[in-house]
């Protein structure tokens, strides 16, 4: 490790951190880039979560309070970055930040990593509770929006590894107007036909909002076939499920994919003309079987 003074930035932080009442306990190289860091107590009051990230398990939460109760003592410190003076985002370790809230903890003990951009590189190896769909979409989508505002004339493209799957910036979308949106039901269609957009992201939003136009169309298409269906007295939760997969227009035996448009016009399409007399429940109920119960 490089054996060197502290860099000026980290200077300039740590000095920051302590006249907002944090207590420096190191300032430290990491051990992989060698980049400067700082261990601290931070004033709880001051740690935020980030305005990007999944909102808050009240179950995760609850379940961390009684095992940190039980142990009486609180070992694994959060990630900080400091998007600009006297502010203090938690990318990673917010249930333990709303731990200490709970607790009442004067201090929580954090890691700040210097360098303010990374707090989009961070988002992704938030690992502290296994994200569901719904979660990881709604988080894109918040990246999306603040990347677009500060990095608008950058594409998609750049952001692939905080993104992970274009899919999520799509669902994100639909989620965003309804939290009860059936992602899970639409997304392996979705994954297959929902790539990366070449264009600016200050264009490429008004871009996605189309596409989540287009499924939410299908979703209203669906909607209505899945209420034939319950009509006939059949009902499962992997109905949606089930009509998708005899409604879709991506068979496996196909080597070229539609578009996103064309695909979803056609899903839709299939799905008005959808004979739902056809349906049993025991197919569903082995359908379901096979592929899994939805998310």
């Avoid at 903890?105 to 690992?127: G, Q």
């Avoid at 993104?163 to 009860?180: C, D, M, V, W």
């Avoid at 136009?213 to 007295?233: E, N, Q, S, T």
Wanted: net charge positive; glycine share 4%.
């Amino acid at each position: 490790m490089a054996d060197n003074e502290p860099s000026r930035a980290a200077r300039e932080l740590a000095a920051q951190i302590e006249r907002d009442g944090g207590r420096i306990l190191a300032l430290y190289q990491e051990p992989v880039g060698e980049h400067w860091q700082i261990f601290c107590l931070l004033p709880r009051a001051k740690c935020e979560a980030s305005p990007y990230q999944r909102d808050l398990s009240p179950t995760h939460v609850k379940r961390l309070t009684e095992s940190i109760k039980r142990l009486d003592r609180f070992v694994d410190p959060i990630v900080i970055i400091s998007p600009r003076p006297g502010v203090y985002w938690t990318p990673n370790g917010n249930h333990r930040r709303a731990v200490l809230d709970k607790l009442k903890a004067d201090f929580v003990p954090a890691i700040v990593v210097v360098e303010p951009e990374m707090v989009f590189e961070v988002l992704p190896l938030n690992v502290e509770k296994a994200h569901n769909l719904k979660e990881k979409a709604l988080e894109v989508i918040r990246m999306y929006r603040a990347l677009a505002e500060e990095e608008g004339e950058t594409t998609e493209e750049k952001w692939t590894f905080q993104f992970e799957s274009a899919h999520f910036i799509t669902l994100g979308l639909l989620y965003e107007e309804n939290k009860r949106f059936a992602g899970g039901a639409f997304a392996p269609i979705l994954r297959r036909v929902d790539k990366f957009l070449k264009q600016s992201l200050a264009k490429g939003l008004p871009a996605r909002v189309e596409r989540a136009d287009l499924v939410r169309a299908a979703d209203a298409a669906l909607g209505v076939v899945v209420a034939k269906i319950k009509k006939r007295g059949i009902s499962h939760p992997y109905v949606k499920n089930y009509v998708l997969a005899r409604t879709t227009p991506l068979t496996r035996a196909r080597k070229t994919l539609p578009s996103f448009e064309q695909t979803f016009k056609k899903l839709r399409e299939s799905l008005e003309e959808f004979d739902v007399a056809k349906v049993r429940y025991d197919e569903i109920q082995r359908s379901s079987i096979m592929h899994g119960s939805p998310e």
